[in-house]
């Protein structure tokens, strides 16, 4: 990981990377959010913006450690958890406040920007997950307006592939 420069020697599970980033190391501690940063480099229009973009973004966040995992790591963390491989980029972000209270609402969240095929839309995603971040407040619950964002994208897009569907030969329209 590029910031803390420790590629693990065998493949570690989410749960070793999340109890890593906690573990007390000095003043990156002080911060509330670890986000890791996972892209092994797939070419297309919504990786090349997410590479492109996130250094602009990311040194601006002050309340966040932000971990940069090599190819090697991320292919290691796809052996442990396969599904992970093809939806990369993705950002995990870890609440370390949430994590260390054990909090019933979950700790974080993992964004697969891959699966994402509108390039405006992958961008204002990043933008407004790191808007997110920025205005947390001690105690908040930051997986609440992701949840909240999901849900309503998720509905949005249910909605898109059925009138999709009523519109197209396969949906039934065309016979």
């Known amino acids: 990981m590029s910031q803390a420069e420790c590629p693990p020697s065998e493949a570690q599970s989410s749960q070793q990377l999340v109890a890593e980033a906690a573990a007390p190391n000095g003043a990156a ?3 509330r959010f670890d986000i890791f940063v996972i892209d092994v480099g797939w070419k297309s229009p919504v990786s090349e913006n ?14 966040c450690n932000v971990y940069f995992l090599t190819a090697e790591q ?13 939806v990369e ?51 908040s619950d930051v997986t609440r307006p992701i949840r909240t ?11 898109n592939i059925m009138s999709e569907l009523a ?3 396969a949906g039934g329209h065309g016979h």
């Open 149 to 159: 964002l999901i849900h309503k994208e998720g509905m949005r897009g249910a909605i």
């Open 50 to 63: 997410f590479r492109a973009n996130l250094h602009i973004a990311l040194p601006y966040q002050r309340n």
């Open 89 to 139: 980029p993705s950002l995990i972000v870890i609440d370390r406040h949430a994590y260390e209270e054990k909090r019933r609402e979950g700790y974080g969240f993992k964004l697969n920007l891959g699966l994402v095929r509108d390039l405006a839309a992958a961008t204002n995603l990043v933008k407004w997950i790191l808007a997110v971040l920025a205005e947390q407040k001690t105690g």
């Open 29 to 31: 501690t002080d911060k």
């Open 167 to 169: 519109l197209s030969t």
């Open 74 to 86: 991320c292919f290691a963390l796809a052996h442990v958890h396969p599904s992970m491989l093809g």
